[in-house]
């Protein structure tokens, strides 16, 4: 059991680098990191937009963090049993308005960003944008949330994989090769992946509050195997698209992740959803900056 932070020891900052949930960034950057090294095989990268895609990213990741902190202890989810890291609103670290007022300035620092690049990429830009700002608040606020819904993961999938990669080469290239489509799903699957260790972790108290995911309806062997499916892909497109003729022997170099994804998978099928599975999800958001590095130099090296 996770037991509740002694406010007064920790100061501002720290509190705040609780709330932004620093080992969940990675995964933000990764995917746009892909589109990067995709939209240099196009024509020379700008590193201005490059870096301000990578912040917009990041903060993204930010805002779903906050908004998930503070609606999940207002709605009564996250009580003082939660086997997940420490959470500022529930543990009294940060009062829900000061969490809620900083996912506000996150948004617009976001938004900000969004609108420059918008000058360089036009109309998409500014619909992947606000569709992310938008599914970023409605992940856990609303009637209808998607962590709710079990809609979490397809979330995962379409923004974290194919946007985010595809949105990145679009905004610097101008165009979306082959690859994009493969990276977005590469990038989607392993973020899911994140995703589902969280869901197993969680499955008792997400049942007792009601939310409908995989694991909830169906039990943490589902879990394992969705777990188990999104590796899968994940490396077996790799091979896929070299025998399609999209890309060279180089797409390969993500193999070499191979054991440590094999590591996960033995961890995820042994460990008990207890506080050790926090370690799991970060060794799985490794994974996903580990595989999205060798793929963007298998990429250049296209």
Not at 104 to 126: C, K, N, Q, R, S
Not at 144 to 156: I, K, Q, R, T
Not at 172 to 195: D, K, R, S, Y
Request: charged share 10%; glycine share 10%.
């Amino acid at each position: 059991m996770i037991h509740s932070t002694d406010s007064s020891s920790k100061s501002g900052l720290q509190r705040w680098w609780l709330a932004i949930r620093p080992r969940t960034l990675p995964a933000a950057m990764s995917p746009v990191f892909v589109g990067i090294a995709i939209a240099q095989t196009v024509k020379p990268v700008d590193p201005i937009p490059a870096v301000v895609i990578l912040i917009c990213a990041v903060l993204m990741q930010i805002l779903a963090n906050l908004v998930n902190d503070v609606a999940d202890f207002q709605k009564g989810t996250d009580t003082s049993g939660r086997l997940g890291p420490t959470r500022v609103t529930q543990s009294g670290l940060l009062k829900p308005r000061q969490v809620w007022t900083g996912a506000i300035f996150t948004a617009l620092t976001a938004m900000t960003g969004g609108i420059y690049l918008a000058t360089i990429g036009g109309l998409p830009v500014i619909i992947m944008g606000a569709a992310a700002i938008l599914s970023a608040v409605l992940y856990t606020v609303g009637p209808f949330s998607l962590e709710d819904h079990g809609l979490g993961d397809l979330f995962a999938l379409i923004f974290f994989g194919f946007v985010a990669v595809c949105g990145t080469t679009w905004i610097l290239a101008g165009t979306l090769p082959i690859l994009c489509w493969v990276g977005g799903l590469t990038m989607g699957c392993l973020i899911t992946g994140i995703l589902v260790v969280n869901n197993v972790r969680d499955m008792d108290s997400d049942r007792k509050a009601g939310r409908r995911n995989i694991p909830t309806r169906f039990g943490r062997r589902a879990g394992e195997i969705e777990y188990t499916i999104m590796l899968l892909i994940a490396f077996l497109v790799l091979p896929a698209a070299w025998g399609l003729g999209w890309a060279n022997t180089w797409i390969l170099l993500p193999w070499l992740a191979v054991p440590r994804a094999y590591q996960l998978w033995h961890m995820m099928r042994t460990l008990p959803p207890e506080p050790g599975f926090n370690h799991l999800l970060a060794m799985t958001a490794q994974l996903t900056l580990i595989y999205a590095i060798l793929f963007s130099v298998a990429v250049v090296f296209n």
